[in-house]
């Protein structure tokens, strides 16, 4: 089943709002000059990993109904264009280190079957790069490709750079056209790997080995194409015992090479402490500033004028499916794996980890979430049926719509709490971004309170007259509410009609526990 999620909002009373207390004002300052950084579209990137159902009976089911002559889903299709993604990372992820991608090339019945080590599943290699780079221009995308650092090394780096990018009159360049793709790919974005600080990756290295080899992996790929951008693997999590030093030893190897350093984070509920597990983003803040310092540190070591910015290439919540996925038959394939059913508490989360990325735009240039069908994903999909949209669809939907243009610099008045792991946590948490050219202004705001409705008051007088647009939120008397297949719309946005403006001044009231989007326009 595929709805447009635009003609979801109801325009009902205001039932969220009903019965409910009203904290003091938070008031949110903000002017039209005083601003942190352009937005990178790329920021609201995401990430295809041939792991689970991502890709088979995912994105790629020949035997469905709604499948296309390239056996892709066109409902999935519908829905992935519907979140607006202009960069896709592939094909991993860990499984990316045990990859040879010349078995995912040629006429698909001669390509060989493969132990996936890193999911312990089978890999028919039915999709591969070219089949993906198809898929990514059906959705309006871009793929960043990740090469294997793990198992391989600089030589299979080139040879794919060659086969994807070079015109032709070379050997890999001309094994691309004979499989049918006579234009070069084009891919501007490579990942030098993934994760190869963690115990968990095929072909481990130690700082030291790893930047060593991505620096001349990098070389060599650069010298194939100059054009392209290379991102280094960066510490796995802020949690990792090397970290920061590894960051620090592979970019003072690698930085001449590279133009960003990468960082992955997830985070969960585990312990059902709603209040501790909203905080999560302050530590994902932390670790942000901690490896900008890190790679100015570098920088300044090096007495170097180039900037290494952020590629934030894994982020999620990730924690539902941890027990179901103890039990999976190892070597089968399209293993129903990370397979978490997101509740509204996981949108919020998900809402205010676009709200912190959008706060470093400055650094922060690309971004992808982990990952986009199926596995950690927005999208889900039933084997021959149908498909539909998770709570966290959406906070991801309008940040990549209305998030445009330049994130302000603002000050934010909050009444604060306490919780297990952190202190000082904003009730509400939020980030407004305007865009010169439309004249809009889009807020983006949390409310962590579990109980109260606040008031959010925003003066305006630097933008000039303001129209008032809309006011969506995210909201359901159940925190643990989900979408399935059977009830598609239990979490959806709602609009909220008593938000205005009066006196230059926006006045907003934000539900409990809610994610909102107050779209705003010059006159």
């Given at each position: 089943?595929?709805?447009n999620?635009?003609?979801?909002?109801?325009?009902?009373?205001?039932?969220?709002?009903?019965?409910?207390?009203?904290?003091?004002?938070?008031?949110?300052?903000?002017?039209?000059?005083?601003?942190?950084g352009?937005?990178?579209?790329?920021?609201y990137?995401?990430?295809?990993?041939?792991?689970?159902?991502?890709?088979?009976s995912?994105?790629?089911?020949?035997?469905?109904?709604?499948?296309?002559?390239?056996?892709?889903r066109?409902?999935?299709?519908?829905?992935?264009?519907?979140l607006?993604v202009p960069?896709?990372?592939y094909?991993?992820?860990?499984?990316?280190?045990?990859y040879?991608?010349?078995?995912?090339?040629?006429?698909?019945?001669?390509?060989?079957?493969?132990?996936?080590?890193?999911?312990?599943?089978?890999?028919?290699?039915?999709?591969?790069?070219n089949?993906?780079?198809?898929?990514?221009?059906?959705v309006?995308?871009?793929?960043?490709?990740?090469?294997?650092?793990?198992t391989?090394?600089v030589s299979a780096?080139?040879?794919?750079?060659?086969?994807?990018?070079?015109s032709g009159?070379?050997?890999?360049?001309?094994?691309?056209?004979?499989?049918?793709f006579?234009?070069?790919?084009?891919?501007?974005?490579?990942?030098?790997?993934?994760?190869?600080?963690?115990?968990?990756?095929?072909?481990?290295?130690?700082?030291?080995?790893?930047?060593?080899?991505?620096?001349?992996?990098?070389?060599?790929?650069k010298w194939?194409?100059?054009?392209?951008e290379l991102?280094?693997?960066g510490?796995?999590?802020s949690?990792?015992?090397t970290?920061p030093?590894?960051?620090?030893?592979?970019?003072?190897?690698?930085?001449?090479?590279?133009?960003?350093?990468s960082?992955?984070?997830?985070?969960?509920?585990q312990?059902?402490?709603?209040?501790n597990?909203?905080?999560c983003?302050?530590?994902?803040d932390?670790?942000?500033?901690?490896?900008?310092?890190?790679?100015?540190?570098?920088?300044?070591?090096?007495?170097?004028?180039?900037?290494?910015?952020?590629?934030?290439?894994?982020w999620?919540v990730?924690?539902h499916?941890?027990?179901?996925?103890?039990?999976?038959?190892?070597?089968s394939m399209?293993?129903?794996?990370?397979?978490?059913?997101?509740?509204?508490?996981?949108?919020?989360?998900?809402g205010?980890?676009?709200?912190?990325l959008?706060?470093h735009t400055?650094?922060?240039?690309m971004?992808c979430m982990a990952?986009?069908v199926?596995?950690?994903?927005?999208?889900?999909?039933?084997?021959?049926?149908?498909?539909?949209?998770?709570?966290?669809?959406?906070?991801?939907?309008?940040?990549?719509?209305?998030?445009?243009g330049?994130?302000?610099?603002?000050v934010?008045?909050?009444?604060?709490?306490?919780?297990?792991?952190?202190?000082d946590?904003?009730?509400?948490d939020?980030?407004?971004?305007?865009?010169?050219?439309?004249g809009?202004?889009?807020?983006?705001?949390?409310?962590?309170?579990?109980e109260d409705?606040?008031?959010?008051k925003?003066?305006?007088r630097s933008?000039?007259?303001?129209?008032?647009?809309?006011?969506?939120?995210?909201t359901h008397?159940?925190p643990?509410?989900?979408n399935?297949?059977?009830?598609?719309s239990?979490?959806?946005p709602?609009?909220?009609?008593?938000?205005?403006?009066?006196?230059?001044?926006?006045?907003a009231?934000l539900?409990?526990?809610?994610?909102?989007?107050?779209?705003l326009?010059?006159?």
């Amino acid at each position: 089943m595929t709805v447009n999620p635009m003609n979801l909002y109801t325009k009902r009373k205001n039932v969220f709002l009903e019965g409910k207390s009203i904290m003091d004002n938070v008031r949110l300052s903000i002017h039209k000059e005083f601003q942190i950084g352009q937005i990178d579209r790329r920021i609201y990137g995401s990430f295809i990993e041939h792991m689970g159902r991502a890709v088979y009976s995912g994105i790629y089911e020949p035997d469905h109904p709604l499948s296309n002559q390239l056996g892709f889903r066109q409902d999935v299709i519908r829905l992935v264009k519907e979140l607006n993604v202009p960069i896709i990372r592939y094909p991993g992820g860990n499984f990316v280190s045990g990859y040879r991608w010349e078995d995912g090339v040629g006429p698909v019945s001669q390509r060989p079957k493969q132990l996936d080590l890193a999911w312990l599943a089978t890999e028919p290699n039915l999709v591969g790069i070219n089949e993906f780079i198809q898929w990514t221009r059906e959705v309006n995308s871009q793929m960043m490709m990740a090469v294997n650092l793990g198992t391989r090394g600089v030589s299979a780096a080139k040879n794919l750079v060659e086969y994807c990018n070079h015109s032709g009159n070379s050997y890999w360049s001309d094994l691309r056209k004979k499989h049918g793709f006579d234009s070069p790919h084009g891919i501007k974005v490579w990942c030098l790997g993934n994760e190869m600080d963690g115990p968990w990756q095929i072909g481990q290295k130690k700082a030291e080995e790893y930047g060593a080899l991505a620096r001349e992996a990098g070389k060599a790929m650069k010298w194939v194409d100059p054009t392209i951008e290379l991102v280094l693997c960066g510490s796995s999590s802020s949690g990792m015992t090397t970290f920061p030093d590894w960051d620090a030893t592979v970019l003072d190897l690698a930085y001449d090479t590279v133009d960003y350093l990468s960082l992955h984070a997830y985070y969960g509920n585990q312990k059902n402490d709603t209040l501790n597990y909203l905080a999560c983003t302050l530590d994902m803040d932390r670790f942000i500033h901690s490896v900008v310092s890190v790679c100015d540190y570098i920088k300044a070591k090096k007495r170097s004028n180039k900037t290494i910015n952020l590629s934030f290439d894994e982020w999620n919540v990730c924690y539902h499916s941890d027990d179901a996925d103890q039990k999976i038959q190892p070597w089968s394939m399209a293993q129903h794996r990370a397979e978490d059913i997101y509740n509204l508490e996981d949108a919020i989360v998900v809402g205010l980890m676009l709200i912190t990325l959008l706060k470093h735009t400055d650094r922060i240039k690309m971004a992808c979430m982990a990952q986009l069908v199926n596995v950690l994903a927005p999208i889900m999909t039933r084997e021959n049926g149908g498909a539909w949209r998770q709570t966290i669809f959406y906070p991801f939907m309008h940040t990549s719509l209305w998030a445009r243009g330049t994130v302000l610099y603002s000050v934010l008045d909050s009444p604060k709490y306490d919780c297990k792991d952190f202190t000082d946590v904003s009730y509400v948490d939020s980030v407004a971004v305007y865009d010169a050219l439309s004249g809009e202004i889009a807020i983006f705001a949390v409310n962590r309170n579990l109980e109260d409705c606040i008031v959010l008051k925003c003066d305006l007088r630097s933008f000039g007259n303001c129209r008032f647009v809309e006011h969506l939120t995210l909201t359901h008397e159940n925190p643990k509410a989900v979408n399935t297949e059977q009830n598609p719309s239990s979490v959806i946005p709602h609009t909220i009609r008593s938000s205005i403006i009066k006196d230059d001044e926006l006045v907003a009231e934000l539900p409990s526990l809610s994610w909102n989007v107050i779209r705003l326009k010059t006159i």
